[in-house]
C-alpha cells in the first residue's frame, strides 16, 4: 500500500510571499487532515476534510490559509501571505474513517525568511 | 479544555536501560489514544491505539499501558535505534484529535 504522498519537501521563501503544498492520500481513505509541527511541539490540527467537505477548521488561520480537497482524493493547503511565524513542518494525514489511526505523510518543511 | 501532556520532555538512557515514557490526558470522553514514533525529518509513524482503562499493546521492545487518567509506553531493553520522538495523541468523542508535545527519547551504545 502507498502511503501519503506530500510535495514538496522543503520550500523557502520571502515574507509575504505565498506559497501551495500537495497531498495525495492513502487510496481509500475519506479522511484527510492538514497539521502544523513547530519544531519541538506535537502537530496541532489545522484542517479536516471528510471526503471533498470540511469537517474541523476551528484552528486554521482563515485570514492568510486556505485549503481544499477536490473530488475527495487530492488537498493543498495555501498560505498568502506568510508570516515569518509561519515557519513549520506542515504535515499530511489521512485515515479511512474519521476514528483514528491515521498515517502521516514525511511532510514539508517551510522556512519564511 | 481537553489537555494532552507528556513527560519527560526528552529521556537519555543507555542501552538496555529500561524505563517508561508518560501521557496524561484530560478529554470529555475518550474515543481512542494513539502513540507515535517520529524519526528527525520524518512525519510520525503509528505504533498503538489503546481504547479502554486496563488495555495493553505490545511490540518489539515497547509496551503501551491505559488508565483513566493516563498511558504510559514502557521501553524494555532499549537499542539506540529505538532513538525517536514519541508523541501521544487522544481523540473525543467529539471526533479531535489532540497532539502533546513528544518526549524525545535518546539510547546510548
Known amino acids: 500500500e502507498a502511503g501519503v504522498a506530500q510535495s514538496p519537501r522543503y520550500k523557502i521563501i520571502e515574507k509575504r510571499q505565498s506559497v501551495a503544498f500537495w497531498c495525495n492520500p492513502i487510496?481509500?481513505?475519506?479522511?484527510l487532515y492538514w497539521y502544523q509541527q513547530i519544531l519541538g511541539q506535537g502537530p496541532k490540527l489545522l484542517i479536516q476534510f471528510q471526503n471533498n467537505g470540511v469537517v474541523d477548521d476551528s484552528q486554521l488561520p482563515k485570514d492568510r490559509f486556505s485549503a481544499e480537497r477536490l473530488k475527495g482524493v487530492d488537498s493543498t493547503l495555501k498560505i498568502q501571505p506568510a508570516k515569518l511565524e509561519d515557519s513549520a513542518v506542515y504535515l499530511c494525514a489521512s485515515s479511512f474513517a474519521e476514528q483514528g489511526p491515521f498515517s502521516f505523510g514525511s511532510g514539508t518543511r517551510l522556512t519564511v525568511v | 479544555e481537553d489537555q494532552v501532556t507528556q513527560s519527560p520532555e526528552a529521556l537519555r538512557l543507555q542501552e538496555g536501560e529500561s524505563s517508561s515514557l508518560n501521557c496524561s490526558y484530560t478529554v470529555s470522553g475518550l474515543r481512542g489514544l494513539f502513540w507515535y514514533r517520529q524519526d528527525p525529518g520524518k512525519g510520525p509513524e503509528f505504533l498503538f491505539t489503546l481504547y479502554s482503562a486496563g488495555e495493553e499493546k505490545e511490540k518489539e521492545r515497547l509496551k503501551a499501558t491505559l488508565t483513566k487518567k493516563e498511558s504510559f509506553l514502557h521501553i524494555t531493553a532499549p537499542k539506540p535505534e529505538d532513538s525517536a520522538t514519541y508523541l501521544c495523541?487522544?481523540?473525543?468523542?467529539?471526533?479531535?484529535?489532540?497532539f502533546g508535545k513528544g518526549t524525545r527519547l535518546h539510547i546510548l551504545p
Open positions: 495523541a487522544v481523540q473525543g468523542w467529539d471526533d479531535k484529535i489532540i
Open positions: 487510496s481509500g481513505h475519506a479522511t
